[in-house]
């Protein structure tokens, strides 16, 4: 009998081993593979909560710091409407605080 023209590869204990050893391999490679990509979608929703948190934190800080700006520049303009509205309410009130700081600003400078 003629070795190229012998028998299938199945009858072939060399191929069958060949085969069995690969498809173990593969059973093999899968069993390490599974675990470690659960462990890798773990730690990739883990790292996608913890950005989405910090986003969040990081937003109110935003919020926050912009609406104490917001506050600060409108300061002054709430405080000169008001002494405007003291000054037309009070008139005598507010010439007499105006000679006391006066009075007292004159000292402290005069020494």
Do not use: C, Y
């Not at 990081?58 to 919020?63: C, H, K, L, Q």
């Not at 009130?93 to 402290?108: N, S």
């Amino acid at each position: 009998m003629d070795k190229t023209t012998a028998s299938p590869a199945n009858d072939n204990p060399i191929q069958r081993g060949v085969e069995t050893a690969g498809a173990a391999l593969h059973s093999g490679i899968d069993k390490v593979a599974d675990p470690a990509r659960s462990a890798v979608e773990r730690a990739s929703s883990a790292a996608h909560q913890g950005i989405d948190k910090l986003a969040g934190t990081a937003s109110g800080v935003a919020d926050r710091f912009a609406d104490q700006t917001r506050r600060i520049t409108e300061a002054p303009a709430h405080a000169l409407e008001a002494s405007k509205s003291w000054v037309q309410e009070k008139p005598l009130e507010a010439v007499g605080a105006a000679l006391a700081i006066g009075f007292i600003l004159g000292r402290l400078t005069a020494r």
